[in-house]
């Protein structure tokens, strides 16, 4: 617990609660524990802050896995390395949300029930939401880890006062403060102490006796999250070797070209060849164009049926990416969209915007 974490944001600015607009989910990685923030921007300040609460509280992980946005890419890294010189910081593969597909399958989780928590509470104050939120995901089941990510971070199932005892409803109405609770489970301690220790022994024992259990619950919980998500990427791995098989040099392929990399009327895939395979299992691709600078895995392409391109076909001097290989491939400009980073408006030729 606590060695790999992952952390990435939800948009809600088409929605704002206020003066909140994101939302940001931090999930320990084995656990599947969640914990959210509202906040305002995506400013490294402001995420690094909330960062920083999150690693007082129940301590900085060895690993924090992020996403390619830039909010924690710059000063973020600065700021939690300097605080925490172990800290290890990976990006996810850009464009690739799969290698971020733990917490992403929480953002949607998180954005199905905030929908579900404001209808139900007719309000638009989703901000006021995210810890009921939070908290009924995890005491919700998770079928990856087979249990309660509540009760994998903690070793217990989680609770809500006296309504989660053993206690009965009807005398539950009439408890009023601790002294009627003493009394009431005073007799079952009385007698569980004497069976379990024979009436020998002190409270200190009992005590000592008492945390041992709770450490070991919590670490047979935890150790049956890491066998079960060992079973699920075994499983996941099956089904994947399954349905992408391995290629041969000389097989045609189509690389999925990601929307922002393709304009609109342009086709969804890029068809190379494979020109070679290193001994990690990555395939080298080429294109009528040039060779693609990425070397890519059997997942992210689809083998074709039919020889539309031959190995001779490529250009081998000439090595691309896959955005300028979408471009010259388009029947247009290709994506063509350039953001403007200008701080002023963009009047003269020594404006990039001005030129393109």
């Known amino acids: 617990m606590n060695s790999r974490c992952q952390v990435d944001l939800i948009d809600f600015q088409t929605q704002p609660d206020g003066k909140f607009k994101f939302i940001m989910v931090y999930q320990d990685h084995l656990a599947k524990f969640i914990l959210l923030r509202a906040l305002e921007s995506k400013r490294a300040e402001e995420v690094a802050y909330h960062l920083n609460d999150i690693f007082l509280t129940i301590g900085a992980p060895c690993i924090l896995q992020s996403d390619n946005e ?11 390395t300097s605080l925490w010189p172990e800290l290890k910081l990976v990006h996810g593969k850009p464009r690739h949300s799969q290698s971020q597909g733990s917490v992403e399958r929480a953002n949607q989780d998180v954005e199905n029930m905030i929908s579900c928590w404001l209808k139900d509470n007719h309000s638009t104050k989703w901000s006021e939401g995210l810890r009921y939120v939070q908290f009924v995901k995890n005491r919700a089941y998770h079928s990856g880890i087979k249990q309660l990510p509540y009760k994998a971070m903690f070793g217990v199932k989680p609770r809500v006062g006296l309504s989660t005892t053993s206690l009965p409803p009807e005398i539950i109405k009439d408890i009023q403060d601790e002294d009627d ?23 200190s024992d009992c005590n000592d006796i008492e945390t041992s259990k709770i450490g070991d619950d919590i670490q047979k919980a935890r150790q049956t999250a890491a066998e079960n998500l060992q079973k699920q990427a075994k499983k996941m791995k099956s089904a994947s070797d399954k349905s992408h098989p391995p290629a041969k040099v000389g097989d045609n392929v189509t690389v999925p070209i990601p929307d922002v990399d393709r304009g609109r009327g342009d086709l969804r895939n890029v068809i190379g060849v494979v020109l070679e ?3 990690d299992g990555l395939y080298k691709i080429g294109t009528k164009h040039g060779i693609l600078q990425t070397l890519y895995c059997r997942t992210e392409f689809d083998i074709c049926t039919q020889k539309f391109l031959q190995e001779s076909d490529v250009n081998q001097d000439v090595q691309i990416s896959l955005r300028t290989a979408a471009t010259k491939h388009s029947v247009g400009t290709g994506q063509g969209f350039i953001r403007c980073t200008c701080t002023k408006n963009c009047a003269t030729n020594r404006c990039q915007c001005k030129k393109k």
């Not at 830039?70 to 939690?80: A, T």
């Not at 609770?181 to 409270?203: A, P, Y």
């Open 70 to 80: 830039r909010e924690f890419v710059n000063r973020i890294i600065c700021e939690m």
């Open 181 to 203: 609770v003493q009394k009431l489970i005073e007799t079952d301690l009385n007698h569980r102490h004497t069976n379990d220790h024979n009436n020998s022994g002190d409270d």
């Open 277 to 279: 395979i290193n001994n």
